[in-house]
């Protein structure tokens, strides 16, 4: 079988980042909104610009200065619109922090089965964390797509050669990791995070219904693979 892995909060920790950074942000623009209104205003500005950016560190630091000119009638000054742009710097820098077990579950899984990253995001990003992460050799293909759909999956693992019902996913998201893969005739697996984006929450009950497992932590895998393959 091949196995595809998300990567962002299911080979190493992403979103725990991000929503610190929210909480910095929130604290800088504390003379001129409520944090709510601040974390809701961000959010809103993220899902307007989702189009023209896509995902990741860029899109975010990019809403955020949005944000900040937003939320303070124009009235932000250089001196914080340099701290938020060092906020991005410093998540971009931030070097892969491993998800616990990670390695001995890549080698594990990688004896009987050929393994894939399936990641979304900024390409350059993307690309230096896989570097970083010390795990490329784990795995036969690494792949930055900007979305994760039906099509997307279809079109890739067609390219590959892989067969959606030779194909397992793993991850974190329901509506990115998972369901798409199950609607072309593949499987997958639900791993999640501790925290969540907004963006990705789904109904829980969307993934039972649809056969896909959820297991409580990744090291969980090798032994539910080995009995469900
Ligand atoms: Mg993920």
């Known amino acids: 079988m091949i196995i595809g892995f998300d990567a962002d909060d299911t080979l190493w920790h992403n979103e725990d980042g991000f929503q610190a ?17 601040v974390g809701d205003r961000l959010f809103d500005i993220e899902k307007r610009n989702m189009n023209r950016y896509g995902y990741g560190v860029k899109a975010f630091t990019l809403s955020m200065i949005e944000a900040a000119i ?12 340099q701290t938020i742009i060092e906020l991005g710097h410093h998540l971009l820098d931030r070097p892969a922090e491993l998800i616990d077990g990670v ?34 050799d784990h795995f036969w293909r690494t792949e930055v797509v900007a979305h994760k759909d039906p099509g997307t999956y279809r079109e890739l693992l067609g390219l590959h050669g892989v067969l959606p019902r030779e194909f397992v996913m793993i991850g974190n998201s329901l509506p ?21 984006w907004q963006m990705e929450h789904a109904d829980p009950d969307a993934a039972a219904s649809h056969g896909a497992p959820t297991l409580g932590a990744l090291h969980e895998l090798p032994d539910f693979l080995a009995s469900w393959l």
């Open 103 to 136: 390695d001995d579950v890549l080698e594990s899984i990688g004896r009987d089965h050929t393994l894939m990253i399936i990641t979304k995001g900024d390409l350059y990003h993307q690309l230096a964390r896989i570097d970083s992460s010390g795990l490329k």
């Open 176 to 196: 990115s990791d998972v369901l798409p893969v199950i609607e072309i005739g593949g499987r997958g697996v639900h791993i999640p995070y501790h925290v969540t």
């Open 21 to 37: 950074t929210t909480r910095t942000f929130e604290d800088l623009l504390s003379s001129w909104a409520d944090a709510a209104e």
């Open 70 to 81: 937003d939320i303070s009638d124009g009235n932000i000054d250089a001196a914080h619109l």
